[in-house]
């Protein structure tokens, strides 16, 4: 790890207010009518955040964005258990992290985050590592987005390196998997975790680049879709596929376990949830349907940047 650099948090701290000012800002645009209420809170343990949702919106049904910088003397299991030298440690986290719920249902659910971690302990040098990533959850999917947001995606990390985009579209792909009904949450996007080896500078700018690089994926896909018109059973097969989001959440996610076992904010924390979800037993799609072709061609792993080869 290059060390050449000193980490500055403040700077980090600095750069992710800014960014969630600009995301909040350019999605109420995007809406055209709803607006961010904001919601500061304090960690007993500490540290805080702001939390900002957006509810009913003329687009967007539930949306939330949040900043939290957050720390304590010892880091929760969740973040030591792949990691068992850190055990012990005091920590600092920083990050904003944010979902999108749109009504319609041709337009994707969407998720981000970027976040940078520092694990003390005195008389050691210190542990840190940057995070982070986006992807995508469409029920009615349009090959042309997925291949927009993968676009975006593959040009934000070029100039880290040729090996950049594979490596964590891979990821992604891997992390966000429901293993117990064998498919992807969505079409995926970027995944990565513990970035250091790049030193300070570059790793902060890799994840000043996806951070910058979602509003450019995702808004031009939601002012595309946002006119189209739905069925009431378009809309419930949307509030189906939103349930797996709740199942990923709640049982793989590892920012929802952080966030829990570290004293957060449950409110704050479960912002991620889609404000109406269903269940049905045994769903199956119907053949050669919308819903069919979600499944065959959506929710699996593909290559969306060379489609024709």
Not at 153 to 172: I, M, S, T
Not at 190 to 199: A, H, P, Q, Y
């Amino acid at each position: 790890m290059n060390n050449e650099t000193p980490i500055n948090l403040e700077k980090v701290k600095l750069y992710l207010l800014k960014l969630q000012d600009s995301i909040c800002q350019t999605l109420e645009l995007a809406d055209g009518r709803g607006e961010f209420i904001e919601d500061s809170w304090q960690r007993e343990q500490g540290g805080g955040g702001r939390t900002r949702v957006l509810t009913n919106g003329a687009v967007i049904e539930q949306g939330g964005v949040n900043f939290s910088h957050v720390y304590g003397g010892m880091l929760p299991p969740s973040a030591t258990a792949a990691r068992p030298e850190l055990a012990g440690r005091s920590f600092q986290a920083v990050g904003v992290s944010l979902v999108i719920h749109p009504h319609n249902p041709k337009i994707p659910t969407t998720h981000a985050n970027v976040r940078f971690f520092v694990a003390e302990k005195e008389g050691e040098e210190p542990v840190w590592w940057f995070g982070g990533g986006f992807d995508l959850t469409p029920y009615y999917p349009f090959e042309e987005d997925v291949v927009h947001w993968h676009n975006v995606a593959h040009k934000l990390c070029l100039p880290f390196g040729e090996d950049v985009y594979p490596r964590y579209k891979r990821w992604c792909d891997d992390y966000f998997f429901l293993k117990h009904r064998n498919e992807t949450r969505g079409v995926g996007g970027l995944f990565f975790d513990d970035l250091n080896e790049w030193g300070f500078e570059k790793s902060f700018k890799f994840m000043q680049a996806v951070g910058d690089g979602f509003l450019e994926a995702y808004v031009p896909i939601l002012e595309k879709r946002k006119e189209l018109a739905f069925s009431a059973a378009q809309r419930d097969f949307q509030l189906y596929r939103r349930g797996r989001y709740v199942e990923f959440n709640l049982v793989y996610d590892r920012g929802t376990l952080f966030g829990l076992q570290s004293g957060g904010r449950t409110e704050s924390i479960l912002m991620s949830m889609p404000p109406m979800a269903r269940w049905e037993y045994n769903y199956e799609p119907l053949p050669n349907t919308p819903e069919a072709e979600l499944y065959e061609q959506y929710l699996k792993p593909r290559d969306w940047l060379n489609l024709n080869t």
